[in-house]
């Protein structure tokens, strides 16, 4: 799907008359578009080798066995050096819920990475969105697509049904 848009990047600047003007003025859009392939979803694991784990004592008021036994957990993942902390009643349950806020600020921060790359390709395709960076101009009043590329008009009415081979393979001859 990702190859069957990868001419559409770019500045599309369309000029029509809308059906409710009564004095006949052009109205102009213009509509930035990126073609992003989009991520596949998986689980996060984190394979057990890559944590440590290490149980002291909690931290805060005391209670009934708050000082005198190690129940809180700090889980380390060795490849990053991060780490989370849980503080509460149970070892257990403090092993299970440190681990899920790692897992959490892994994913964060691998997300994170991937957010910065798609708005660099983002960027990249779209530009600074100024007058010079127009892709293709749709002016339907006068019954014509040019695209800036090839220097070539096409006939709107088949452009905005969706054949767009004819077009492609004008762009396709430029590059």
């Known amino acids: 799907m990702f190859r ?11 000029q029509r008359i809308p059906p409710t003007e009564k004095r006949g003025r052009r109205q102009t859009s213009t509509v930035a578009v ?5 991520p596949a979803e998986a689980d996060f694991l984190i394979p057990d080798s890559d944590l440590q784990f290490e149980t002291i004592r909690g931290q805060g008021a005391g209670g009934q066995h708050r000082n005198t036994r190690d129940i809180a957990v700090r889980v380390t993942h060795i490849p990053s050096g991060m780490q ?8 257990h349950f403090n092993k299970r819920n440190a ?13 994170g ?10 960027q990249s395709q779209i530009g600074r969105m100024g007058r010079g960076t127009r892709v293709r101009n749709y002016d339907l009043f006068r019954g014509i697509v040019k695209d800036e590329r090839c220097r070539k008009k096409f006939d ?3 452009i905005l049904e ?5 077009l492609y393979s004008e762009v396709r001859k430029q590059e």
């Open 113 to 122: 990475e991937n957010d910065a790359r798609i708005n660099a390709t983002r």
């Open 99 to 111: 681990v899920a806020v790692l897992a959490a600020r892994l994913q964060e921060s691998v997300s």
């Open 84 to 91: 989370a902390y849980a503080d509460g009643r149970s070892q």
């Open 34 to 38: 990126a073609v992003l392939q989009c």
């Open 162 to 166: 969706g054949d767009l081979n004819t």
């Open 156 to 158: 709107p009415k088949r």
């Open 4 to 14: 069957a848009f990868e001419f559409e990047p770019g500045i599309h600047r369309i």
